[in-house]
């Protein structure tokens, strides 16, 4: 007999499931959903002027010996909002910050992110520690997005998780009803290129 993670008649947010003592796959489970790790085959973009980009690079490798970054906050505001804000002006993105989302007592509360494009959405989360369990959070987002966003053609839903210095992404197949996580990390500031590149990449693909 499977355990159960998630407790009858208790109402959960996005961030209880941060404290979950229970995997990934277990908790997308209990919320109808299978989970899978692998190497994602992520959109990349290079519409972009490199320069601007490497600009972004050198000055994370200048202010990180001058910040200091333990908080989420400070995440927020030096190394994760300085990309966000390059996204905007260079896309059509809107950028949803502190997004409501309430489906029921098993998914509800904020997203850290919520960018909308033309093409996609995607959903950030920015934690102070621990992928894998920033990752469980990040998968009931996207489940409560999945249902949220019924209306909406796209069959892929994009998650990233980030510390600030290190990201992650995942997938949402909606005809599937199965979340994969990438193998694969990326850090700030040596990867901002690939981060960039993914990030935009996803904003603007045309595959639905």
């Known amino acids: 007999?499977?355990?159960?993670?998630?407790?009858?008649?208790?109402?959960?947010?996005?961030?209880?499931?941060?404290?979950?003592?229970?995997?990934t796959e277990e908790i997308a489970r209990e919320l109808g959903y299978s989970f899978y790790r692998e190497a994602i085959s992520l959109p990349r973009s290079e519409n972009y002027h490199s320069e601007d980009v490497k600009r972004l690079q050198?000055?994370?490798y200048t202010i990180l010996s001058k910040i200091t970054t333990d908080s989420e906050i400070a995440k927020r505001e030096f190394l994760i909002a300085p990309i966000l804000i390059e996204i905007a002006r260079i896309t059509d993105a809107r950028i949803n910050v502190e997004y409501p989302i309430?489906?029921?007592?098993?998914?509800?509360?904020?997203?850290?992110?919520?960018?909308?494009?033309?093409?996609?959405?995607?959903?950030?989360e920015a934690k102070k520690g621990d992928l894998d369990k920033g990752f469980s959070q990040l998968s009931a987002e996207?489940?409560?997005l999945d249902e949220y966003e019924e209306d909406n053609v796209q069959n892929i839903l994009y998650?990233?998780?980030?510390?600030?210095?290190?990201?992650?992404?995942?997938?949402?197949?909606?005809?599937?009803?199965?979340?994969?996580?990438?193998?694969?990390?990326?850090?700030?500031?040596?990867?901002?290129?690939?981060?960039?590149?993914?990030?935009?990449?996803?904003l603007t693909s045309q595959d639905v």
């Open 58 to 60: 050198d000055t994370f």
């Open 142 to 144: 996207l489940i409560a």
């Open 102 to 124: 309430e489906i029921n007592d098993k998914l509800s509360g904020s997203l850290d992110y919520l960018i909308r494009a033309k093409q996609n959405l995607l959903v950030i």
């Open 159 to 202: 998650g990233a998780i980030t510390m600030g210095n290190v990201w992650g992404f995942g997938v949402l197949k909606r005809d599937e009803k199965h979340i994969i996580k990438d193998i694969d990390v990326y850090t700030i500031p040596g990867n901002t290129d690939r981060i960039f590149s993914i990030l935009l990449g996803i």
């Open 1 to 23: 007999m499977k355990r159960r993670i998630l407790k009858e008649n208790r109402k959960y947010t996005f961030s209880d499931y941060f404290d979950l003592n229970g995997s």
